[in-house]
């Protein structure tokens, strides 16, 4: 970045505050107001993207690709009853205080800085503030219209999260209490209610088609770590699927390869990870490792028994630790650089699974080969004319796609909220105990940290926060 941009929290006083020029005089003159669209662009790649941080990193150990490692003890340091098993315990068992405490008992949830929702909002500030200048910004309208659509598709990006997190899923009920809806960078400290599920899709919904309608007719950038075209029709079609809007899925993920995106065929890979803009399947890279623990909480042998053994996501998803045989994710890079993408295979899975839904089968299974051949050693092409079997197969490739990457709890919640369990031992010696998440548990929508609920009298509780502590059996 050429310039150290003013805080964005400084910007958005500024921009609504008279008293505006004193405090830009006493600015250091290191510091500069964005004038272009050049300018609002790279505001908003610090103030409006995600960084090198996950706030849903919790998610990891809430749905069923994951275990507790109970088999052996490391060294002298017992994986049961460790620091690290205990602390996430809350998440992994899925209590009501999960979002003001931790297993340790240290209170987690107090300032409302350190919240995931605080997160996305924050961010969500950044691409208002953004949105609400750049007309007024020096450069062409295409400069403009870029900065626009990224904007656009991030703020549509973020509440696509919290919705997901603190609201019903839509297909369950999208009249009930989402979140809150701010778009606009005027601050104010008047308490904000609730949207519902659905007045929250409609806004992504419509700014995702009109940040496309903007960046469409603009050249396609590539590995530049700023959202694209493909990428945006991408999160389209995943925010169709989620309506059950199944031809408009289809259609947004027909754009993606219409505008370039390709599947790779990865049986030949070297490289030892493929979320990196190596691989030529990812559009967009993002945020950092959603993945919070690699060697207590631990790929689950269920999942693990699911994939084909010449699968080679085997080898570029997972490994084992030399003498303890412990399974491991390393589906990430252990650097500093961003670790989450969107990418052409989802375009894939997302179309697949609503050809399924029209009662395109055919289509659905050439879209399902496809994938497996270019994850699979020696596959053969599969043919499954039954609907529901081809619904599942279509839902088992996606899981094995995109696990742990914060994926699978977002889908168990629009697959009808299933039941699910894990176990867990609290200390060597005592009984392995198992704890269940119910079908349709209200634990499947996230309570709000209290201290949300005490700075915004209108935040409206989730059920979830008041639920008896969840025993295991």
């Known amino acids: 970045m050429k310039y150290r941009f003013l805080n964005i929290f400084a910007i958005l006083g500024c921009l609504t505050m008279s008293s505006c020029s004193k405090f830009l005089e ?5 510091e500069v ?10 505001l908003l790649m610090g103030s409006g993207y995600l960084g090198q941080t996950e706030p849903t990193s919790f998610l990891y150990f809430m749905d069923d690709d994951v275990d507790l490692f109970l088999e052996y003890a490391d060294g002298n340091a017992s994986i049961v009853g460790s620091d690290d098993a205990v602390r996430n315990f809350l998440y992994y068992t899925w209590q009501p ?23 996305f909002y924050e961010k969500i500030m950044g691409c208002n503030a953004v949105l609400d200048n750049i007309n007024s910004s020096i450069g062409t309208e295409d400069e403009k219209n870029r900065v626009k659509a990224e904007a656009l598709a991030m703020r549509s990006f973020y509440y696509f999260r919290l919705v997901n997190l603190y609201g019903m899923p839509y297909n369950s009920d999208p009249t009930a209490p989402g979140v809150p ?13 609730r949207n519902t599920v659905k007045e929250v899709y409609d806004v992504i919904v419509r700014d995702l088609n009109l940040a496309a309608d903007l960046m469409d007719p603009l050249p396609i950038a590539r590995r530049d770590y700023h959202i694209n075209q493909p990428a945006i029709h991408i999160l389209l079609s ?13 259609k947004e993920a027909d754009k993606v390869f219409q505008q370039g995106g390709v599947i ?24 950092g490792n959603p993945q919070a623990n690699q060697s207590t909480y631990i790929p689950s042998a269920d999942f693990r028994g699911t994939f084909d053994p010449q699968d080679v996501r085997l080898n570029y998803g997972f490994s084992i630790l030399p003498q303890t045989f412990t399974p491991l994710v390393t589906k990430y890079t252990q650097s500093d650089e961003l670790s989450q993408s969107i990418r052409s295979s989802e375009a894939l899975l997302n179309r697949a699974e609503a050809y399924v839904q029209v009662d395109e089968l055919e289509k659905a299974m050439t879209d399902l080969n496809q994938l497996r051949s270019h994850r699979i050693i020696g596959y053969s092409n599969e043919s499954i004319s039954e609907k529901n079997t081809l619904l599942q197969a279509v839902r088992d490739e996606r ?16 697959y009808g909220m299933p039941s699910i369990s894990h176990r867990y031992q609290h200390q060597l010696g005592e009984a392995v105990l198992h704890y269940v998440l119910k079908a349709k548990d209200p634990m499947y929508v996230l309570p709000f940290p209290n201290s949300l609920i005490l700075r915004n009298t209108e935040l409206e509780q989730n059920p979830s926060a008041n639920i008896p502590e969840r025993i295991g059996e």
């Open 181 to 193: 809806l701010k778009l606009n960078s005027g601050i104010d400290n008047l308490p904000m209610k």
């Open 399 to 414: 899981r094995k796609e995109f696990c742990y990457e914060g994926f699978r709890w977002f889908d168990l919640r629009r």
């Open 264 to 287: 790779t065929d990865m049986t030949g890979y070297t490289t030892g990870y493929w979320i990196t803009y190596t691989n030529p399947e990812v559009e967009w890279m993002f945020g």
């Open 33 to 42: 107001i964005p004038k272009t669209a050049i300018d609002y662009r790279e």
């Open 97 to 119: 205080r999960l979002a003001d405490v931790d297993g340790l008992g240290n209170i987690t949830g107090e300032d409302p800085a350190s919240t995931a929702y605080y997160a």
């Open 26 to 30: 006493e600015q250091s003159q290191s």
């Open 238 to 250: 995943r925010v169709y699927l989620y309506m059950e809007r199944w031809e408009d899925c289809i």
